[in-house]
């Protein structure tokens, strides 16, 4: 059982930077990792996810604006956001799979996804 525990949320104001990490209990070298975000009354959206192989997809809403990153060494994964925008407020939870390799539609696919973390808050001000 791998336990994610995840950091670095806060209040910005928009067009501010964040940047969260996620610690795991356990190795991530060989797991696919992922940052999802939810924000009250919308659905789950997927935010990006990296693979063994550092290989990185994004959803299209934060292309170019945020970046995953991990360190195995640390068992830590990254999410360096930039230029938020006041629509993006929400919980962002890490995540972590089986395998070390992310399947094609894996950001929208949480189910691909076995372990979970509880989640840091992001508000971000106009």
């Known amino acids: 059982q791998v336990q994610l525990v995840e950091s670095g949320g806060g209040s910005v104001q928009a ?5 969260l990490s ?3 209990s ?3 070298a060989n797991s696919c990792m992922a940052w999802f975000r939810q924000a009250p009354g919308k659905k789950r ?8 192989d550092r ?19 640390k068992n830590t994964l990254y999410l360096q956001m930039n230029n938020l925008q006041a629509m993006e407020p929400a919980m962002y939870h890490c995540a ?11 950001l ?19």
């Open 15 to 19: 067009g501010g930077s964040l940047r």
């Open 22 to 24: 996620c610690v795991a």
């Open 26 to 28: 356990q190795g991530i």
């Open 45 to 52: 959206e997927g935010v990006a996810t990296i693979n063994s």
């Open 55 to 73: 290989h990185t997809n994004y959803g299209n809403s934060v292309m170019g604006r945020f970046t995953i990153s991990r360190d195995n060494a």
């Open 96 to 106: 972590a799979s089986r395998f070390p390799g992310c399947i094609a539609n894996a």
């Open 108 to 126: 929208s696919a949480a189910s691909s996804f076995a372990y979970w973390g509880q989640g840091t808050q992001v508000t971000v001000s106009s």
